[in-house]
């Protein structure tokens, strides 16, 4: 059974280097906020929230990832290169966007299997930890241990102090 975040990859989506896989063990040493995002949620609004926070905290060793997932209401129905786009035209997004994944069922990414192992959330291990909806946030310490399990209602700038102190933590 896998420690930490480390151990997976995914691709960037074809809007990052060449869509390459990028191992997560490249973020080793860094606050991560790891989302799964979607174009057409209601939601999809916090993608500026996201930036905000990253572009504030970039410089201290933090890091938003975002893994695109048309699981809920087909919301990110997408290319890849129109996925991108939209992040950069509407929101600036300057942090990493991975490919689209699944985050549930059988095909779900194994970094998100991991994730929900490591914090099911409200229903614990009744919902198999399942996510509920786009731009659930888990939050990742230094040491790759996922520390945080946030809510879609849970907007980003209600973590800022969370994500704070974990920076502070050398």
Sequence with gaps: MEDSIYEFCAPLLNGGPDGRPVSLAEFRGEVLLIVN???KCGFTPQYA?????YRACKKRGFEVLGFPCNQFGAQEPGTEAEIAAFCQKNYGVSFPIFA????NGPQAHPLYRFLKRSKPGILGFFGAGAIKWNFTKFLVDRKGRVVGRYGPS???EKLAVTIQRLLDVL
Excluded: M
């Design 154 to 156: 849970t907007k980003p």
């Design 49 to 53: 929230g996201l930036e905000e926070l």
């Design 37 to 39: 995002t979607a174009s």
């Design 100 to 103: 689209r994944i699944d985050v």
